[in-house]
């Protein structure tokens, strides 16, 4: 079942009971609906809507919420003006998290199915330590992390990024996939112990072909968060060949005049591909959430 | 046929002990462990296959030291509760996946080997289904087909059937044992249920707290169980256990409930001088409709109406006992009727110690014969008799 079709279905069950009762029930629950809606989608409208206006309009006092002409200037000149080369933004984004995704993805594949399967010293406090390290907000680990940057020569690197989104990224996975590992009747690899494979070849025989839903779904957290990310890319980048699409956008604001309508227009294209992915992932990620018995 | 033999087999899970110096040997036939949850069956059965290692003692298959083997290198094979199938598979690659490793046959002796063992278990018609389109029988024989592919020195089943409905259970106990005979491999058959382990088994070995407690042929370890624990866990409605005072007068020795004779028998020639328990099956008790004065006597409390039989509930002196009467045998509830405890049929255990102390002492097929209901009731009028 899709992410929609799971709405759509909470709809007709909410509407179906509240058939019967009260309309001033019914009519609750439409504002409350309404309002969700108007708060998550209200700011993707304004982007939007604001990249393809044009300057006049933005500008202008009588602005209303729907413009009177459409443009796409702003789309030019972010596609065709040298001073701001988005494929080059565009690119390192993808790479940056592409890359970390896949060594998060690995590392908590590893990691997740040691937490459920092995026993060994120090383990209870590595997983705590996992969760402590997600809580923290990236704020406090920046001035650390540029320390051991700067000691590794990092500074300034696509690697910078490459290692410090997985630290970021990966009690993301680690979490995820330990969660769901549990569920697995050790039996299943037992089974292939006794067929005679190793522990290696069972984890990527018998394991990952059963959890394809729920690496799907921390791949995708995962590139999430590294494509979004600001903070750290903002601090460790310096030369604009590095820059990821969020930080790219930051310096439409000092290149151009009257930028809204180019940094709405570069954040549709930021948020573009991380819609489609998940669109086109969602009803993976959806069975892998909702996939409760596992044995055969 | 290969020899399974465990020797003095421990195994500890930090301060808790799982299994203590067990030692058993099988060779070719059906042996059932069975025992409550905990009893360290399971674990048992994981080291034999490998899954878990012995803190002590030694595991021999066909004579080798095996102890220290991977799983793949032991020549097992095991089947699971849950079936631990490869739920993105189909049956064919279910079956035939281990058989790569295991084997040095070529593809098209592979493929041959599956269609054989899907015969044997009639799911050839299965072979190139996924394996999560299966009803649960299907997938415990798939599962098992998985499992006699590779012929194994020695087959390992953990609860095999406790997933499938009573009646498929049943329909699979006989097929499983038919091909463990034809097939005449050395099988280790875990389960919980006593009933199970009875019907199946060429030897049956009870556990209880990680410690071996008997072994033998099922009607051995029924009729002449060696303690307490083995006497109370086999059988359905379980044994009835009594503390009971036990007198010697005159060459006779008297059993006695709160002073109250119960039986009197006349070959027990061992002193008896410690707190004891009489132990008596419930089909071995008989009701009398018309007890002698003296006689036992108890009410009915409850009556459970099984169809072929009925077990009766009887307050005798304020303990319950259980017996099993045929179905034309209608007592209502209140009743009073005196019931028969007859000699042969008497266990005693040491009440600290839980040991038997007597047992019957014929032979099990013998005694289900000769124990009619007018035998007995003759023994206890000449005993009552002779008591007055």
């Known amino acids: 079942m899709t992410v929609r079709e799971n709405v759509a279905n909470g709809f007709r069950i909410v509407l179906d009971g509240h058939r019967r009762s009260s309309l001033l029930s019914r009519i609750g629950f439409y504002v409350a609906t309404a309002l969700t809606l108007l708060f998550s989608l209200y700011p993707f409208y304004v982007m939007f809507i604001t990249s393809i206006s044009t300057n006049e309009s933005l500008y202008s006092r009588d602005r209303g919420v729907i413009p009177k002409s459409f443009t796409l200037e702003h789309y030019e000149v972010i596609f065709g003006s040298g001073s701001f080369p988005v494929q080059t933004y565009f690119w390192n984004s993808l790479s940056v998290a592409l890359v970390t995704s896949v060594i998060a993805l690995v590392v908590s594949i590893l990691g997740a199915y040691s937490f459920t399967r092995l026993d060994y010293p120090g383990g209870t406090l590595i997983r705590r330590g996992i969760i402590v390290v997600y809580m923290l907000a990236a704020i406090t680990l920046v001035i650390p992390l540029f320390q051991l940057l700067v000691r590794f020569d990092l500074v300034d690197t696509k690697t910078s990024l490459y290692i410090t989104y997985t630290v970021k990224t990966l009690p993301l996975t680690l979490y995820i996939l330990w969660n769901y590992f549990r569920s697995i009747p050790v039996e299943i690899e037992e089974a292939a112990f006794i067929d005679g494979y190793s522990r290696l070849e069972t984890i990527a025989r018998v394991i990952v072909p059963v959890s394809l839903p729920v690496l799907v779904a921390a791949f995708l957290f995962s590139f999430k968060i590294a494509w979004n990310e600001y903070l750290f890319a903002s601090v460790f980048l310096q030369s604009e060949a590095l820059y990821t699409l969020p930080i790219g956008i930051e310096t439409l604001d000092s290149a151009f005049q009257n930028v809204w309508g180019e940094i709405m227009a570069a954040s549709i294209i930021t948020t573009l591909p991380i819609i489609v992915m998940f669109l086109y992932l969602e009803k993976y990620m959806v069975e892998g959430l909702t996939a409760g018995a596992v044995e055969g | ?388």
Request: glycine content about 8%; some cysteine; aromatic content about 4%.
């Open chain 2, 1 to 388: 046929m290969s020899e399974l033999r465990l020797e003095n087999v421990r195994k500890e899970f930090g301060s808790e002990t799982a299994v203590s110096e067990l030692s058993l040997t099988a060779d070719g036939d059906l042996l059932v462990l069975v025992g409550p949850s905990g009893c360290g069956k399971s674990t048992t059965l994981r080291m034999i296959a490998g899954l878990e290692q012995p803190t002590d003692g030694k595991i021999f298959i066909d004579g080798e030291d095996v102890t220290r083997r991977s799983p793949s290198g032991r020549s097992i094979a095991m089947v699971f509760q849950n079936y631990a199938l490869y739920r993105t598979m189909n049956v064919r690659k279910n079956i035939g996946y281990g058989l790569k490793h295991s084997s040095a046959l070529s593809k098209s002796e592979r493929i041959e080997k599956v269609e054989e063992i899907a015969e044997m278990f009639g799911i050839s018609e299965l072979l190139d289904r996924e394996v999560s389109a299966l009803s649960g029988g299907q997938k415990q024989r798939v599962a098992l087909g998985r499992a006699l592919v590779r012929d194994p020195d020695v087959f390992l089943l953990d609860e095999p059937l406790s997933s499938l409905d009573a009646k498929l259970r049943s329909q699979m106990r006989t097929e499983l044992q038919r091909i463990q005979q034809e097939l005449g491999v050395t099988t280790i058959y875990v389960t919980h249920d006593q009933k199970e382990a009875m019907t199946m088994s060429d030897r049956l070995a009870v556990m209880n707290d990680g410690e071996l407690q008997q072994i033998g042929s099922p009607e051995a370890t029924y009729v002449r169980p060696e303690n307490r624990f083995v006497a109370s866990f086999l059988g359905s409605p379980a044994m009835n256990f009594l503390d009971i005072d036990v007198e010697r007068r005159n060459g006779h020795t008297r059993y006695l409930l709160d002073s109250h004779e119960l039986v009197r028998v006349s070959d027990d020639t061992q002193a008896i001088d410690r707190p004891i328990q009489l132990g008596i099956r419930p089909e071995d008790l008989t009701l009398l409709d018309d007890p002698d004065d003296g006689a036992t006597t108890g009410t009915v409390r409850h009556v459970e109406y099984q169809g072929n039989d009925s077990f009766v509930r009887l307050e005798v002196n304020g303990r319950i006992v259980t017996c099993v009467v045929p179905a034309s045998v209608r007592p209502r509830q209140g009743d009073s009727v005196g019931l028969n405890f007859p000699p042969d049929q008497i266990h005693l255990f040491d009440m600290d110690a839980g040991d038997a102390i007597r047992s019957p002492s014929v032979d099990a097929s013998d005694t289900r014969i000769e124990t009619g209901p007018s035998t007995t009731e003759g023994n206890e009028t000449d005993s009552r008799g002779a008591n007055r």
